[in-house]
């Protein structure tokens, strides 16, 4: 072989070896290059998925035994519903002589109450509503309590929502009123899948001593019950609003190419 055809051999093989050398590093750079972008989008979509990450708020909207159930002499609820650890944010609004509606100013009416709220900016995820004993003294007639009921229930919307019912035994017209208007909560209920109704009428019925002398509110005793009853229910409320058993997808990020 002449000396041109040698080197013109040497410079084709170098020309091989830089023109691989080449396609090696161009492999490098694109395969960086993915992990890079895949990474970035993974990390994108786990910061939009925490930015979005829901707040859920339990209400409970009450009257004068709420407001017992939370005095810190007496129920104390708010810190035991904190310490569950379940509802990011706990609020028990209790106010004396609260109706569940009509023509009285926004604390003492619940309807006004929870738009309140709402104009407010807080959106509860599930409510214990503990209204209906100061609407007793206003009329004993169903279609008073059913508007009254469904008012509320219309305004608070799809969430979750429990509704305590109530017992009177002050005179035998509140007693009478009280088994009227539970009849009406149980059947109004039914015509809302998110509603249930927790039989306090029952229970206080079984334990008469928690009655107060003036036998509308509650003793210590009572209102440690009270709370104890809102607590159990804020453990099932939070059962409804995020299951015990849910089905995820993982989404994972790309770390190998083909070679």
């Not at 895949?38 to 709420?66: K, M, Q, Y």
């Not at 229930?153 to 009177?168: A, E, K, S």
């Amino acid at each position: 072989m002449c000396v041109a055809q040698q080197r013109i051999g040497a410079t084709h093989r170098h020309c091989n070896c830089v023109s691989n050398v080449g396609n090696a590093l161009n492999l490098r750079v694109c395969r960086t290059l993915t992990l890079v972008v895949a990474t970035l989008i993974s990390c994108n979509f786990v910061g939009n998925a925490r930015a979005v990450e829901p707040t859920h708020t339990l209400l409970i909207l009450g009257d004068s035994i709420t407001w017992g159930a939370n005095y810190k002499g007496f129920g104390n609820v708010t810190p035991q519903l904190q310490a569950l650890n379940t509802f990011d944010k706990v609020i028990v609004d209790g106010a004396f002589s609260r109706n569940i509606s009509g023509p009285a100013n926004t604390l003492r009416n619940g309807v006004k109450t929870y738009a309140k709220y709402l104009k407010e900016k807080v959106r509860p995820s599930a409510v214990i509503v503990a209204l209906g004993s100061n609407d007793l003294q206003g009329s004993i007639k169903v279609r008073y309590y059913e508007d009254r009921i469904r008012e509320l229930l219309t305004l608070i919307g799809d969430i979750p929502v429990v509704w305590v019912n109530v017992l009177r035994i002050d005179s035998q017209y509140y007693v009478r009123a009280s088994a009227v208007f539970n009849r009406v909560l149980d059947r109004v209920a039914l015509d809302y899948p998110n509603v249930s109704v927790v039989d306090w009428h029952t229970m206080i019925s079984a334990n008469p001593k928690w009655f107060a002398f003036d036998k509308l509110h509650l003793q210590p005793v009572g209102y440690r019950a009270r709370a104890t009853l809102y607590i159990e229910t804020a453990q099932n409320l939070w059962n409804v609003v995020v299951p015990t058993t849910t089905t995820t997808t993982t989404i994972v990020a790309a770390t190998t190419i083909p070679g």
